[in-house]
């Protein structure tokens, strides 16, 4: 895709929607830091359903570690995973306590040091929790960047470098957000919404569906 093509897709993605946001439900960087988290290989609505419930106790380190693992739990059991990420939302409880004052740190290299937060999960708390324009990319984020050509790679740190590159700068805050909307609700997996997309012009991908 070249860059003309590029700043056009943004544009309308932005036209389209303005003031793009993840669709976790949180209040302060730790509840999204928790949220995302739990939000691995599960739906944004099952893990609102249950930090719905579970901020109101603990929504903040101090608090998660009074709750405890098994009262975490409890809350959680309807997540996938929830034994291993109850273990690690515990963990960096204790981490964010004991090193950092019980407040999450706007760094990389201190976010991804916590257990359970690899760089996708910091790439979200940075560019939604601190406003730096940094792109997570997800199994949607991957799939639009090579399905369009905006940023075909082979690996998900490979589609992350381009993707760096290739979004222009006015644009690269809230591109995750457009990315991972688009390719929830537009360019889904199974049966891409190809009649209904803003940027199917723009669009390199072959098997583009027809209209019904």
């Known amino acids: 895709m070249k860059a003309d093509q590029r700043r056009e897709m943004f544009a309308r993605l932005a036209e389209l929607n303005p003031r793009p946001t993840t669709e976790l439900e949180y209040s302060s960087p730790y509840e999204l830091l ?28 101090q608090a998660m570690l009074a709750l405890g693992e098994a009262g975490l739990k409890r809350y959680i059991a309807t997540i996938g995973l929830f034994n291993t990420k109850a273990a690690n939302v515990m963990a960096a409880a204790r ?20 257990p359970g937060v690899g760089r ?25 960047a090579n399905r369009t050509g905006l940023a075909p790679g082979k690996t998900v740190r490979a589609v992350e470098d381009k993707l760096i590159k290739a979004v222009p700068l006015e ?12 390719g929830r609700y537009v360019c889904k997996a199974r049966k891409p919404d190809c009649p209904q997309c803003v940027i199917r012009d723009l669009c390199r991908f072959r098997d583009k569906t027809p209209a019904t």
């Open 34 to 61: 928790v949220a995302v988290a739990l939000s691995a290989q599960s739906t944004d609505v099952g893990v609102n359903k249950a930090t719905r419930k579970l901020f109101p106790v603990a929504n903040t380190p």
């Open 95 to 114: 981490r964010l306590v004991d090193q950092h004052g019980g407040e999450v740190p706007r760094d990389r290299a201190a976010l991804e040091a916590l």
């Open 171 to 182: 644009y690269r805050l809230d591109a995750h957000h457009w990315l991972i909307l688009h």
């Open 120 to 144: 996708k999960t910091a790439n979200v708390v940075l560019n939604t929790a601190f406003g730096e324009p940094t792109i997570a990319v997800d199994t949607h984020i991957f799939r639009v």
